[in-house]
C-alpha cells in the first residue's frame, strides 16, 4: 500500500519564477492538506482540497494556489516566488468520512528559492 | 482562534531516563489534539491523537499523553527514552479533526548515552 508520495524531492528556483508541486495521497484517501514548514518551525497549513475544491485556506497570499485531479492527486503553485518561499513543503491526505482520523503525511519537497 | 504552544525548543535526557514534552493549547471548541515526530529529511509521523474518547491516549513506540482541559495540556510522555527517539517532536490541534490544523513550533529532543 503506497503511502503519500510527492515530487520533486528537491527544486532550486530564483526570484519570480514559478514553480508546481506535485503529491499522490494514499490509496483510498479523498482529502489533501498543503503545509509550509520554514526551517525550524513547525508546519503552516496552506489550504485543503476536497472533490477538487479548495475548501479551507491558511493565511498565505494568492500566490499559492492549488488544484485536485479526478484521481485525489494534487498539486501546489507558487507564483512569483520569494526568497521567503524557501521551505519543505509537506502533503497529507486523509479520508473525508473519517474526518477525525490520520492525516498522513509525506515525505515533501525541499524549495529552495536564490 | 486555535494555537498550540511547546514549552521548551529543545530537550535533552539521558537514554532510559523520562521523556517528558510539554503542550499547551487554546481551543475555542472542544479540540482534537495531536503529537507527531519528524526525523531529519523525512515528513511527518503520527504518534498519538486525542479526538474526545479516553483522557490518556497510548501511542506508538511507547509514548502517551494525557488530555487536562481544566489545564489546557496535552503533554507527551515515554517512561524510558531510547536513543531512536531523538527527532523533532511536534504538538497539533484541529478544530474539527481532519481540516486546518495548527502547529506548535516544535521540540528537539536529544537523547544522550
Known amino acids: 500500500d503506497a503511502g503519500v508520495t510527492q515530487s520533486p524531492t528537491h527544486l532550486i528556483k530564483t526570484r519570480g519564477q514559478q514553480v508546481t508541486l506535485r503529491c499522490s495521497p494514499k490509496s483510498g484517501h479523498d482529502t489533501v492538506s498543503w503545509y509550509q514548514q520554514a526551517l525550524g518551525q513547525g508546519p503552516q497549513f496552506i489550504f485543503q482540497?476536497?472533490?477538487?475544491?479548495?475548501?479551507q485556506r491558511g493565511n498565505f497570499p494568492d500566490r499559492f494556489s492549488g488544484h485536485q485531479f479526478p484521481n485525489y492527486s494534487s498539486e501546489l503553485n507558487v507564483n512569483a516566488l520569494l526568497l521567503g518561499d524557501s521551505a519543505l513543503y509537506l502533503c497529507?491526505?486523509?479520508?473525508?468520512?473519517?474526518?477525525?482520523?490520520?492525516?498522513?503525511f509525506g515525505p515533501g519537497t525541499r524549495l529552495t528559492v536564490l | 482562534a486555535q494555537s498550540v504552544t511547546q514549552l521548551g525548543s529543545h530537550v535533552s535526557v539521558s537514554e532510559g531516563a523520562l521523556v517528558l514534552l510539554r503542550c499547551n493549547y487554546s481551543s475555542s471548541v472542544p479540540p482534537y489534539l495531536f503529537w507527531y515526530v519528524q526525523y531529519p529529511n523525512q515528513g511527518l509521523q503520527l504518534l498519538l491523537k486525542y479526538t474526545s474518547a479516553a483522557t490518556l491516549v497510548k501511542g506508538i513506540n511507547g509514548f502517551e499523553a494525557e488530555f487536562k482541559k481544566s489545564e489546557t495540556s496535552f503533554h507527551l510522555t515515554k517512561p524510558s527514552a531510547h536513543m531512536s527517539d531523538a527527532a523533532e517532536y511536534f504538538c497539533a490541534v484541529s478544530e474539527t479533526g481532519g481540516f486546518k490544523t495548527i502547529f506548535g513550533a516544535g521540540t528537539r529532543l536529544f537523547v544522550k548515552a
Open positions: 482540497y476536497y472533490e477538487e475544491e479548495e475548501r
Open positions: 497529507a491526505s486523509s479520508l473525508e468520512v473519517l474526518r477525525a482520523d490520520t492525516q498522513y
